[in-house]
């Protein structure tokens, strides 16, 4: 019998679930490998909510966001189509209204969303949760809960908005250009803009260079990141370098290597990964690469842009423009997004989970503080105001041993009901044209071209042709391991892992789609990518010399 559900009533049940929907689909971008049972709770509840939330407040006319359940440590997804053909209509008269503030002042709509979340961290951040009692901690706790349920609605009405702009861009290149978005054309009218997570990856290269001024260089290049602190701490120069990193991440420091967890430390406890993204600048030297790589891209971006709409239908070209505009911006947001909605939240939520960890560890309630991550909040509040005499520890002993066979074991791609092919499924997902699963999540599948003779058969993330050893990273902490020329090859990547794009060739990951983070970047810094090739890094061993073919979306593994 299973008792202390994780996610209660979002429990994936095979019976009663695939009755409501005959595919599930795995969300292996953020819940591989699979959550904690803590950070599961706070996902499949709240961006659930916010998906829902997202897709009414637009009217979406073909999706009311998605449904979620919780599966062995797993985030598993279905859309709520909207499959009458009359309310359709009725939701696209009031979609167009909806989208205005998009099109008409695109920045002062996320703007000011930026600054609402930035205000509601600072009252989060004000509290001292350590020296508080126990009835503030709580209300900490709660706080955070609440300011997790705005954030994803800010993230899906920002995140439907602006990609369902690029759908309809996209829908607009194919009819009137016959291009898509795996198209050469397709990614220079979209490439070369900045955005805040370059923006602090800048800052970290302008500390390399202030390291290399200070003769503390050899000490962060010759040492893993942690060695390096210890030895910085030891020099005047180091100390002082120290302080200029720590105040950049008081206020930019708030993630982690994982974007979707909360078990791994953030910048602003352990600046260890800042430290080897500072690294990373040293081991490539020169200037910051965006910052000309930008020029040449805002360069091919106009070219680009003329080329296309003189071939665009004079009576179409105003509609164009406008679906472009706002097409541009969806790489921008993609990163920005990260940086002030998951990453920091994720990183409060952390902090206020293990204040109470602390609390409960002190107490006797749990051993370790990180145990705090194996109970879920109803469980947190029964204990927290009057922790005397409560026991948890057979709770989370049977959650760490639940999670620990989750990570043994793959989830599967996807839950279908018998009868149900995945070719089938993959037909909804197109016929719903719900921008975050066929941009973000899911993505397209894979077709083989036997003409090709290729090992690993993906999508094109970004275009061009490149060979070299290959990297597979399964784990955040292996980052420091990456040296020049080498090709990336993961299950996926996060922003925290932008820095190293600069050493790379190439990228594959296993999971992806065209705006999903591994191949917004690689279009930026200019290398080819190959995503959703499922099996990268199962087939490909680090040293392996590899030839990533962007343009064709295919993968060569020369070593054999």
């Known amino acids: 019998m299973k008792i202390y559900d994780v996610v209660p009533g979002l429990e994936f049940d095979e019976k009663v679930d695939l009755e409501k929907s005959p595919a599930w689909f795995l969300d292996a971008t953020h819940s591989v490998p699979?959550?904690?049972?803590?950070?599961?709770?706070?996902?499949?509840?709240?961006?659930?909510?916010?998906?829902?939330?997202?897709?009414?407040k637009l009217s979406l006319p073909t999706v009311k966001g998605w449904d979620w359940r919780f599966k062995d440590g797993g985030g598993y997804l279905t859309l709520n189509l909207v499959t009458n053909e009359e309310e359709r209509?009725?939701?696209?008269?009031?979609?167009?209204?909806?989208?205005?503030?998009?099109?008409?002042?695109?920045?002062?709509?996320?703007?000011?969303?930026?600054?609402?979340?930035?205000?509601?961290?600072?009252?989060?951040?004000?509290?001292?949760?350590?020296?508080?009692?126990?009835?503030?901690?709580?209300?900490?706790?709660?706080?955070?809960?609440?300011?997790?349920?705005?954030?994803?609605?800010?993230?899906?009405?920002?995140?439907?908005?602006?990609?369902?702009?690029?759908?309809?861009?996209?829908?607009?290149?194919?009819?009137?250009?016959?291009?898509d978005d795996t198209h050469p054309t397709f990614h220079d009218l979209l490439r070369g803009f900045d955005n805040k997570v370059f923006q602090v990856d800048k800052s970290l290269w302008q500390l390399a260079q202030k390291a290399i001024q200070t003769g503390i260089s050899d000490v962060i290049l010759n040492n893993k990141a942690e060695e390096a602190l210890s030895q910085l701490k030891e020099s005047e120069q180091g100390r002082k370098w120290l302080e200029e990193l720590n105040y950049l991440l008081e206020e930019d420091g708030w993630?982690?290597?994982?974007?979707?967890?909360?078990?791994?430390?953030?910048?602003?406890?352990?600046?260890?990964p800042a430290i080897a993204s500072v690294k990373y600048f040293l081991k490539?030297?020169?200037?910051?690469?965006?910052?000309?790589?930008?020029?040449?891209?805002?360069?091919?971006?106009?070219?680009?842009?003329?080329?296309?709409?003189?071939?665009?239908?004079?009576?179409?070209?105003?509609?164009?423009?406008?679906?472009?505009?706002?097409?541009?911006?969806?790489?921008?947001?993609?990163e920005e997004h990260n940086h002030y909605l998951d990453l920091y939240t994720h990183a409060l939520i952390r902090r206020s989970c293990l204040a109470i960890g602390r609390r409960l560890a002190a107490a006797q309630v749990i051993d370790e503080p990180e145990d705090?991550?194996?109970?879920?909040?109803?469980?947190?509040?029964a204990v927290t105001l009057v922790p005397d005499g409560f026991n948890l520890r057979h709770i989370i002993e049977r959650r760490r041993s639940e999670w620990e066979t989750w990570c043994k074991n793959e989830n599967p791609p996807a839950i279908l009901k018998e009868g149900f092919t995945m070719d089938d499924a993959m037909k909804v997902l197109v016929q719903s044209n719900d921008p975050i699963a066929l941009k973000v999540v899911v993505g397209s599948m894979p077709v083989p071209k036997p003409e090709l003779e290729a090992d690993l058969y993906g999508i094109c993330g970004s275009g061009g042709v490149a060979e070299g050893p290959a990297r597979v990273i399964l784990d955040e902490a292996?980052?420091?391991?990456?040296?020049?020329?080498?090709?990336?090859?993961?299950?996926?990547?996060?922003?925290?892992?932008?820095?190293?794009?600069?050493?790379?060739?190439?990228?594959?990951?296993?999971?992806?789609?065209?705006?999903?983070?591994?191949?917004?970047?690689?279009?930026?810094?200019?290398?080819?990518?190959?995503?959703?090739?499922?099996?990268?890094?199962?087939?490909?061993?680090?040293?392996?010399?590899?030839?990533?073919?962007?343009?064709n979306g295919v993968v060569y593994i020369l070593d054999k």
């Open 34 to 56: 699979p959550w904690t049972p803590m950070f599961g709770w706070f996902w499949v509840n709240f961006c659930r909510h916010g998906m829902q939330y997202g897709a009414e």
């Open 89 to 179: 209509k009725q939701r696209e008269e009031k979609f167009r209204e909806a989208i205005r503030p998009f099109i008409e002042n695109y920045d002062k709509l996320w703007g000011d969303y930026v600054n609402e979340m930035l205000g509601h961290y600072k009252k989060l951040r004000s509290c001292d949760v350590d020296n508080v009692s126990n009835v503030e901690l709580l209300q900490n706790f709660e706080d955070t809960v609440d300011v997790c349920r705005r954030m994803w609605e800010i993230h899906m009405h920002m995140m439907y908005g602006v990609y369902t702009a690029f759908i309809l861009f996209e829908n607009v290149c194919k009819e009137t250009l016959g291009i």
């Open 255 to 272: 993630r982690m290597q994982r974007m979707a967890e909360i078990n791994l430390p953030s910048w602003v406890e352990d600046p260890t």
């Open 284 to 334: 490539k030297g020169g200037d910051f690469d965006l910052d000309k790589e930008r020029e040449v891209l805002a360069a091919k971006r106009e070219e680009a842009t003329k080329e296309v709409l003189e071939k665009v239908p004079e009576d179409q070209r105003g509609w164009f423009q406008t679906l472009l505009k706002l097409a541009q911006k969806a790489g921008s947001f993609s």
């Open 372 to 381: 705090v991550f194996f109970l879920m909040p109803d469980e947190i509040r």
């Open 478 to 551: 292996q980052l420091d391991e990456i040296q020049p020329g080498e090709i990336l090859v993961a299950v996926s990547t996060a922003p925290s892992w932008t820095p190293v794009f600069g050493l790379l060739k190439g990228v594959v990951v296993d999971r992806g789609a065209s705006l999903s983070h591994s191949a917004i970047v690689s279009r930026e810094y200019g290398i080819p990518c190959v995503i959703n090739v499922f099996e990268g890094t199962k087939k490909i061993k680090t040293g392996q010399r590899i030839k990533v073919d962007g343009d």
